[in-house]
């Protein structure tokens, strides 16, 4: 069982940053691959960012390509999405996801097999 808890979010303003992290409660952090999610009000939980398990490998969602990025750090049990030039269409909660099964970045929800509770993420205008 591997636990995960966010801590980052918070309010910003459009154009602003915020980093993400994402602490795992696992000594066999390098063996998962991770991901990001987010849900905003009334719609699905959809695909932000993943990365592969060594950190080698990544992919983002089209919406978040060029503005976002997804990095780890295997040795702090780690991983982050650092956000920049946030838009009012980001808020949303942000979720971090584990990945026993898959070797690279997953891009789909059916591939991890642990949540974190989720952290809000609220950009103002």
């Known amino acids: 069982q591997v636990q995960l808890v966010e801590s980052g979010g918070g309010l910003v303003q459009a154009g602003g940053s915020l980093r993400l992290s994402c602490a795992a409660s696992?000594?066999?952090?390098?063996?998962?691959?991770m991901g990001w999610f987010r849900q905003a009000p009334g719609k699905e939980r959809e695909f932000v960012a993943a990365?592969?398990?060594?950190?080698?490998?990544?992919a983002y969602a089209d919406s978040v390509k060029g503005r976002f990025t997804i990095s780890r750090d295997n040795a702090k049990n780690t991983l982050y999405l650092q956000m920049n030039s946030l838009k009012v269409e980001d808020t949303a909660v942000y979720y971090c996801a584990a990945s026993r099964r898959i070797l690279g970045p997953a891009l789909t929800r059916d591939g991890y097999d642990y949540w974190g509770q989720g952290t809000q993420v609220t950009v103002s205008s």
């Open positions: 990365i592969s398990r060594t950190g080698g490998n990544a």
């Open positions: 696992t000594r066999t952090f390098s063996s998962y691959a």
